[in-house]
């Protein structure tokens, strides 16, 4: 998957992330376990802000229960203003990210939503959240220009997340959140 990416992106400037990616999530290095996958996305947003994340997930095809293990984020925004507020920025869109993939739904039925209060609609908890790794370039190009990176991160962590199952267990899901009835229905199919 990276060195596909590589090949294909218009901007060259993903290719540094990516290498950032598989570096820090150690692509490559070790046969992963069973039911374990490694899955790569990325994102241009806004104009010039790039982001490519990596995520490990593992699947226990019992209960098709999803577990993200590890997330690395690569970044390119520009200078960075203040690092602290950046990294608790990126590791919460980073959360967002995989809110969107593993729990987060509102049932609706034609004009009708089901899911009426946060009783029942599941965030991901501290329990849910994997370590988070973040790396942050700075392009030569667009050097000393700030360009933002607040909801970017959630995009590449989604499609990482949904690689990184699909690396697993072979199958591709097209409805999110990837719930366990749902992992559970697409392995009997």
């Known amino acids: 998957p990276v060195e596909f990416r590589k090949r294909n992106v218009a901007a060259k400037a993903f290719i540094p992330l990516l290498d950032a990616c ?8 070790a046969d992963l376990p069973p039911d374990r996958g490694v ?12 982001g490519a994340a990596a995520a490990e997930v593992s699947v226990d095809r019992d209960t098709g229960v999803i577990r993200v293990e590890r997330l ?3 970044f390119d925004i520009g200078l960075v203003i203040n690092i602290n507020t950046l990294t608790a920025n990126t590791k919460g869109a980073m959360i967002w990210g995989l809110g969107f993939a593993l729990h987060e739904e509102v049932l609706l039925d034609g004009h009708t939503a089901h899911t009426l209060s946060l009783d029942h609609y599941r965030i991901p908890r501290f329990s849910d959240v994997p370590p988070i790794e973040l790396v942050f370039l700075d392009n030569e190009v667009d050097r000393a220009m700030p360009r933002g990176c607040g909801e970017l991160p959630v995009i590449p962590t989604l499609a990482a997340i949904c ?3 699909y690396r ?6 097209h409805t999110l959140p990837m719930t366990p009835d749902r992992v559970l229905a697409a392995l009997d199919s």
């Open 39 to 50: 899955g790569f996305g990325i994102c241009h947003h806004g104009g010039r802000q790039l």
């Open 22 to 29: 598989a570096e820090r999530i150690g692509y490559g290095s």
């Open 163 to 165: 690689n990184g199952v």
């Open 168 to 173: 697993a267990l072979g199958v591709r899901f």
């Open 72 to 74: 690395v984020g690569a």
